[in-house]
């Protein structure tokens, strides 16, 4: 007779969210916890805890020593059986060791453009299959140009560094895939493909987990680049308690490993936009210290030292309206909760909006598209100062002569953004780059008079959700719902969590 066996089940390595808040024991299964399901309460997953690097303290961006579990041992697997399984089209053989690594992944991203641009490829919604491959390359055709705001496609950073090393880096790998999965199941409301993109995410951070506590595989450019791409699946899929760990933990890890990552510098880059954008929105101050986004921004300068870059492989506003967002998100935040503004306060945010409105883009420096959304960010970032600081009940915030009137000042910026965003083509990665300033401007459409410009921007909304797949822009359209029908003051910090965690 043979013993029965038994089997093993997945488990995390903390507790879930429902039951830390209740205090009470959980078995830790994957992917929902069974002590919940026995309880008859709804899992809400788990938070991710790096235990391979500490993200503050006096260990902060150290590799901790940790024990690995028995499943590593599959890790190390998975890594020979996907390099010994022949994948898409797009794998190539290991290039001639003569080439630099940055020259060799440009090469191959732009044979990848070519293909894309050659061939015209209508997807279908992926049925049954967990192919990874065919999400990544759903990704790579689909999505990967919806940051980027270049004229040179084959310059996207997706395809310059992510996608030549999903064939290298397993996370990297599962949460590409997971990613596209994510998006194609928010656009076709697919409740399997959203389990799918979950069960893909999991196996993302347990492979991110072995991948930190192997000394050997740590400091390299995939590590970062993994983790980098979950904030942003978080920041899609609305999950802003994980999106909190990530982007701490990388910026810790490219402090620690910075000297080994030559490329580097859009990671970094992208960490503080996100890290900026998140801010504008909630209550949390940033993970990005002011002499560190400086150095990030230095970044950006010409040859003659002169002329302010845009970085639109990363940001999708140009540098100098970003370093104000900065200036005047930080000044808020410092300032007492639940007390009005003191005199100094107001003159400080004052002086931002005046430095705002006397910015001026170089003259024949954007193409078509790109000065509208410069335009629309440009009016944009001065009813975010203005909204803040309630500015519009103070007279000396006046930006320009004969703009005594502060109601249609603010009317003058809400139509601006509006005109703007009309004029940029949709969908398109301008489009996008446009939401933001869109959100600014739909705080101000409170009254029954905007009914129409209130319905333009629900469909647009609505348009981009179904075009990207990106939660965010439902939760974006819900706030302003919810505000507009309140009838309530508010700014684009305290409505970031209204309807749940916003991020733009």
Known sequence: MQPATTTRHATHPTACRTCRRRGRKCDKTLPLCQSCKDRSVVCEGYVTRWTG????????????????????????????????VSTTKWQTPPPPRKLPLRS???????????????????????????????????????????????????????????????????????????????????????????????????????????RLASRALTADFGTVLSIL????MDMCTGDCAEFDTHIPAARAFVDEHGSNLPDRGYCEQRLAWLDIMRSTTSDRFLTFTSPDLKKVFSRYRSAAGHVREWGNEAFACPIDL???????????????????????????ASLFLERVCAWTPPSGYYSEQMGHVVKAWHAGVQLYVIRLFQLHHHHHHRCGEGDDDATVRTAELVETVLAQAKAVKR???????????????????????SFEQRQWLMDFLQMMTRTSGCR?????A??????????????????GNLTGALIL
């Open 229 to 232: 791409m979950m904030a942003q």
């Open 104 to 210: 060799q992944q440009q090469r191959q991203s732009q044979e990848i453009s070519k293909s894309s641009h050659s061939s015209s490829i209508e997807w279908d919604l992926p049925g049954t299959s967990d192919d990874l491959d065919t999400f990544i390359d759903y990704f790579t055709y689909e999505l990967s140009g919806i940051p980027y705001l270049g004229s040179e496609p084959e310059q996207s950073p997706y395809l310059l560094y992510v996608r030549p090393l999903t064939n290298h880096v397993p996370p990297l790998r599962y949460v590409v895939a997971a990613s596209a999965a994510s998006h194609l199941a928010i656009r076709f409301q697919n409740d399997s493909l959203k389990a799918r993109s979950r069960q893909w995410q999991l196996k993302a951070m347990e492979l991110m987990r072995q």
């Open 472 to 476: 965010q822009l439902d939760v974006a």
């Open 53 to 84: 690097v500490a993200a503050r303290g006096k260990l902060r961006g150290k590799t901790i020593p940790i024990l690995v579990d028995e499943e590593c041992g599959e890790g190390k697997r998975l890594v020979k059986k996907q390099s010994a």
């Open 427 to 449: 969908p398109s990665a301008w489009s996008h780059a446009s939401v933001w300033p869109l959100f600014q401007a739909g705080l101000w459409l409170e009254g029954a008079e």
């Open 478 to 495: 819900s706030t302003l719902k919810t505000i507009w029908k309140s009838g309530e003051y508010y700014d684009s910090i305290t409505a």
């Open 322 to 348: 970003l370093e104000y967002i900065v200036d005047v998100t930080v000044l808020y935040k410092i300032q007492p909760r639940g007390q009005l503004f003191s005199p100094s306060t107001i003159e400080k």
